[in-house]
């Protein structure tokens, strides 16, 4: 398998073991702030690679989708709830 | 083509004047909740069964970013739900909620397969009719079960309410 699979592999790895740091308590926040991005970060993803402004040679779905489905429907989305649930207010 | 994508504006203009008229101002957040979830399991749902050929969209938004069914899933769909899910009655009897979600199912499903018979939106492969219904089933059953999930606690949702 080439690096960037595994690179893949780790991230969906990564991401869902972020997930596991939620507390319990602020689960809903972070599904709110994971639907909010993802619906945000899907139309730009599919708008800038229609503009041909980047390009992602190796993605999951490759025969129907030009974008990143792991990047735009997972890692970045986890990333925006974990940012979310841990930032420090007040 | 120019029937195709007058289509496609329709829907969006339908989608958002549907989304404001048959939504309450109070439920507002809810109808939003509810159509992000179902976009969400939609996309995932998707993703696989145009892969593998279950059905096709000839005519894209996006030509070179996608092939799947963009106006669709991102926005009708997802609208569609969410007056669905706002509008029901949880304290209803069960054959009335059952009536409902089979009406509404049903519903899609034929404007699905009309949309798939005479225009190059939408193409099945090897899904049937039956098949499509059965899709649709799952996808409401989901979100709606991910829904009330998230509505479980009616305390954290009251003030809200209250306000408005």
């Not at chain 1, 139309?43 to 800038?48: A, S, T, Y």
């Not at chain 2, 995932?44 to 050929?53: A, H, I, N, V």
């Not at chain 2, 397969?113 to 193409?123: G, P």
Request: proline share 4%; glycine share 4%.
């Amino acid at each position: 398998m080439r690096i960037e699979w595994w690179l893949l592999l780790s991230v969906y790895a990564l991401s869902t073991g972020i997930l596991f740091f939620i507390p319990k308590n602020k689960i809903r926040l972070a599904i709110v702030a994971f639907l909010f991005k993802q619906i945000i970060t899907f139309l730009i993803g599919l708008v800038v690679v229609e503009l041909g402004l980047l390009e992602y040679p190796i993605r999951l779905f490759s025969s129907i989708n030009r974008t990143s489905f792991t990047y735009e429907y997972y890692a970045f989305p986890v990333t925006c709830a974990i940012f979310t649930v841990w930032y420090p207010h007040d | 083509m120019i029937m195709e994508y007058f289509i496609l504006a329709a829907m969006w203009v339908f989608g958002f004047v549907g989304f404001i008229l048959f939504i309450p101002h109070k439920d507002r957040r809810k109808g939003f909740l509810a159509l992000m979830v179902f976009q969400a399991f939609i996309w995932l749902c998707d993703m696989p069964s145009f892969t593998f050929g279950l059905l096709s969209a000839p005519v894209w938004e996006f030509p070179k970013a996608t092939d799947l069914a963009i106006t669709i899933n991102y926005f009708f769909y997802p609208v569609l739900f969410s007056i669905y899910y706002v509008n029901q009655k949880p304290q209803e009897t069960k054959w009335t909620r059952f009536t409902y979600f089979f009406v509404w199912i049903s519903a899609i499903t034929i404007f699905d397969i009309i949309i798939e018979k005479y225009t190059d939106l939408l193409e099945y492969g090897f899904l049937t009719w039956y098949g499509m219904w059965i899709y649709i089933v799952f996808l409401f059953f989901v979100s709606q079960a991910c829904c009330n999930w998230f509505f479980k606690d009616k305390a954290l949702f009251q003030a809200e309410r209250r306000e408005t």
